[in-house]
């Protein structure tokens, strides 16, 4: 029996949707912070402080203000294990972030989360604490997202904000969820705009805590970190069900050709218009078939 192209492409979309909420948690190396750098205690391994002295790696009884006890003992605390991270201030403004953008040289390649292009949305988490003592007024705070290329160029960034002035001493849970469409939309546009070719694909992701004010403005107070972690859906991105009106917009037109394009010189999984499991030369003339008749069967 002979199944029609357009039924296998329907039946991967359904399969899909069903697979949307599994979950697979990324490699961040040392998301909780517990193993030192190989350069010394301050940095942890696999996160490097921008070579900003406010940055810190702090551990349970280090001697630093405010102390830190082990979780339980009452007090300021790390939330888990003993060690989380510091984005303390000068006093006199700037940026202060931890990155995963960093070699490791076992590897030769950097510490940034690992991306699968044709899964689906990448959702970062993790614990923050402001101390009431050490208020953070006026300043941008968050976690910064930086999407990169397999030569590490950043291809976009985003920047999840919004932490309050203190926590009052209590640590509180952060979420963030970076949509896979997004991801796509914005690589396209880099594309469009001629910062990069359409292949390859981003492939890593690294992620910066971060507090930031213009440069000689007063600040003060401290922002701790812990328990980070990434996952990434294991959905890809909604693709046509009609493979003529490629672009979705109702109508079938020249601008479907270019958007299938796109999508097949980046081997991205929408231009798998045949329904064969891999994008290759066998889906142009199926794509083409499809356009010129002007309908989806």
Same mark, same amino acid.
């Given at each position: 029996m002979k199944i029609a192209p357009n039924a296998i492409a329907a039946a991967a979309t359904l399969a899909l949707a069903g697979a949307a909420m599994a979950q697979t948690p990324l490699p961040i190396t040392n998301g909780s912070f517990e193993t030192p750098g190989l350069f010394g205690? $301050?940095?942890p391994l696999g996160w490097h402080n921008l070579s900003n002295i406010n940055a810190v790696r702090r551990t349970v009884g280090d001697g630093r203000q405010p102390a830190l006890g082990l979780p339980g003992s009452g007090g300021l605390t790390v939330r888990t294990g003993e060690a989380c991270i510091e984005l303390g201030t000068g006093g006199n403004g700037g940026f202060v972030a931890f990155t995963t953008d960093v $070699?490791?040289?076992d590897t030769f390649n950097y510490y940034n989360p690992a991306i699968d292009w044709t899964r689906g949305d990448v959702v970062v988490t993790g614990w923050y604490m402001i101390p009431a003592n050490f208020p953070v007024d006026g300043e941008t705070k968050g976690i910064k997202l930086e999407l990169r290329l397999p030569s590490s160029q950043i291809a976009w960034s985003w920047e999840a904000t919004g932490l309050p002035t203190t926590t009052n001493d209590q640590?509180?849970?952060f979420e963030?969820? $970076?949509t896979r469409q997004e991801m796509q939309d914005r690589f396209d546009q880099g594309v469009a705009d001629g910062f990069y070719p359409p292949n390859p694909v981003p492939n890593q992701m690294s992620l910066l805590p971060f507090?930031?004010?213009?440069?000689n403005t007063?600040?003060?107070g401290k922002i701790f970190w812990d328990d980070i972690v990434v996952?990434?859906?294991d959905s890809g991105p909604s693709c046509p069900a009609c493979a003529a009106d490629y672009d979705q917009s109702g109508g079938v037109d020249g601008d479907d050709i270019t958007a299938f394009f796109n999508d097949w010189q980046a081997g991205a999984p929408c231009g798998d218009v045949d329904g064969s499991g891999g994008v290759d030369g066998d889906d142009i003339p199926f794509f083409f078939d499809r356009w010129q008749a002007g309908g989806c069967n």
């Open positions: 205690p $301050l940095e $070699l490791n040289f640590w509180v849970r963030y969820r $970076l507090r930031f004010i213009g440069d007063p600040t003060s996952v990434q859906e």
